[in-house]
């Protein structure tokens, strides 16, 4: 970028690793006119011209769209794919809209990382055998959960663009569903109770109690850490709420989801926008539970549950993550442990205690049965009563002779 010219609406955000952040955002006049998006985050370094392009495009399609009193096309489609993801991002009709913050910063990561070696092409003139060695590109320079991911975060640009009725969109994801991705294989990894305990007990010791209540809270209640801390999203309209700067708390788990009987009751939001599953549970189930809400003061016992002991607000992902490796290490808990394994040790231990199909989807929130089935980790337990069944049968069909 020239040193003369300004990139329009660009600006610098310094993050908490001293790193800064490149965001275009909209005027505030015409977001308060009802514009959107207002800040897309750019992910270029300083000085890469493509930065100065991108704001410059993004800065047009604002101007288009106030010249045409609100009703104009966020931006138009020429047939590359450069075209076709920023309309993806910018039209307010997309399914990208119905993305978590945190999901779109993702999808437009990944895309980016994409679109700086083809985003020039043209949709009409890729076909599925391309995409394929596309596909071979970030498996050998990354990973192969990177490359999967990145090609169905493209699937969903093309369904975009094929309900926009581009024939060459409907035509490319048409010949990507012939064509087979290899999958990165699942997690093996879970956190057993006693790990839970070990980590509990450790982070007491080291006066990080709230860290041993959201993993109970997490072990205990089958949760997604996101549903337990919730998250924190850029916000620019003056949301009433917990703020901390630009960004407002939403999503998390609070006491007022827990009712008088002391049952928990939490729409979870991976599924918010689809099967609209409550999470249901009863404290009195869990008595590591109970003795880690008793440790809360009850005139704190109002707003998010778990709050960072230092910051008087409710913890960040980057907070957990930091804050879990280190209290895991000083229990003993293996580096391949992470905190999300949370998940699937609940899941595993319902299912090694017998529990039903039905009730360990209820414990997972699940809607399906091969979901709650693929936090199962470890089928020695469910082999094991196969291998008793058989040989009991065979003694009853001896008998029968």
């Known amino acids: 970028m ?45 000085g890469d011209p493509e930065l100065l392009s991108r704001c410059h495009v993004l800065q047009a399609e604002m101007l288009a769209w106030a010249t045409s009193g609100g009703r104009g096309t966020p931006t138009p489609y020429d047939g590359t794919f450069n075209s076709l993801v920023r309309l993806f991002e910018t039209d307010p009709d997309s399914p990208y809209r119905d993305l978590r913050p945190a999901t779109q910063r993702t999808y437009s990561k990944t895309m980016a990382a994409l679109m700086k070696h083809k985003g020039q092409r043209r949709v009409d003139r890729v076909n599925g055998a391309v995409v394929k060695r596309w596909y071979k590109e970030p498996v050998e320079a990354h990973s192969k959960g990177w490359a999967y991911y990145t090609i169905n975060v493209l699937k969903s640009v093309l369904a975009y663009g094929a309900t926009q009725r581009f024939t060459d969109c409907h035509q490319l994801r048409l010949e990507l569903r012939e064509a087979r991705f290899h999958a990165p294989s699942g997690r093996k990894e879970r956190l057993t109770y006693k790990q839970v305990r070990a980590f509990c007990a450790t982070a007491h010791a080291t006066g990080f109690d709230w860290m041993a209540l959201c ?73 590591d539970l109970i003795t880690e809400l008793a440790l809360v003061p009850e005139s704190r016992r109002i707003g998010p549950i778990v709050i960072h002991h230092r910051t008087g607000l409710p913890p960040t992902e ?22 999300r394994d949370a998940r699937a040790g609940a899941v595993t231990e319902a299912y090694e205690a017998k529990a039903t199909t039905e009730e360990a989807m209820a414990l997972g929130t699940h809607s399906e049965s091969r979901t709650s089935r693929g936090y199962l980790r470890d089928l020695t337990e469910q082999s094991h009563r196969a291998a008793v069944k058989r040989v009991s049968s065979r003694r009853m069909n001896e008998e029968r002779r």
């Open 2 to 46: 020239s040193a003369t010219e300004k990139a329009p609406g660009l600006v610098w955000r310094k993050r908490r690793n001293g790193s800064q952040a490149a965001y275009w955002t909209a005027r505030r006049d015409l977001v308060k006119a009802g514009y959107r998006p207002k800040t897309v985050r750019l992910h270029y370094a300083p």
């Open 215 to 287: 993993l109970t809270l997490q072990f205990d209640l089958s949760m997604r850490r996101r549903d337990v801390i919730g998250e924190h999203v850029e916000d620019d309209s003056g949301e009433a709420g917990i703020r901390c700067g630009k960004k407002v708390w939403r999503d998390g788990l609070i006491w007022a989801h827990i009712d008088a009987n002391g049952i928990v009751r939490k729409l979870i939001s991976k599924t918010a926008f689809t099967s609209g599953l409550v999470a249901v549970h009863a404290i009195a189930d869990y008595p």
């Open 318 to 339: 980057a907070q957990c993550r930091r804050y879990f490796r280190v209290i895991a290490r000083k229990a003993g808990l293996p580096d391949n442990v992470w905190q």
